[in-house]
């Protein structure tokens, strides 16, 4: 199992521009009611930080790899060579520009 964490404030801004930019969803009328809201776990999903403490009882687990959001972003390709790693996958360093370049921030921010 690979669980992606990432920085609660970090997670916290990037929830509310996806709350407040996809229709399905309640929408929030500011950031204070909305940060109250993600403070709280009271958004659709429940509570970030349950999650985090839910997984961190696994931090040690040997099936069970975690890596930052950060980490991914600050070195994308040897966070995915710790992945492929992990998992057992072979991969060429074409194999790795490709997905990097395909899993890029802007790429994915492209198809979104």
Request: proline share 3%; net charge negative; aromatic share 16%.
């Amino acid at each position: 199992i690979l669980v992606l964490l990432r920085n609660p404030k970090d997670t916290a801004v990037s929830y509310y521009h996806f709350y407040n930019n996809m229709p399905v969803l309640p929408s929030f009328a500011s950031w204070d009611e909305y940060f109250a809201a993600f403070m709280n776990g009271k958004l659709t999903w429940g509570s970030y930080f349950d999650h985090l403490v839910e997984w961190n009882k696994y931090i040690d687990h040997e099936r069970i790899m975690m890596i930052s959001y950060e980490e991914l972003k600050e070195d994308q390709v040897l966070g995915m060579k710790k992945i492929a790693a992990f998992f057992g996958f072979s991969l060429c360093e074409e194999d790795i520009s490709r997905i990097a370049k395909k899993t890029s921030f802007q790429a994915m921010k492209e198809k979104s």
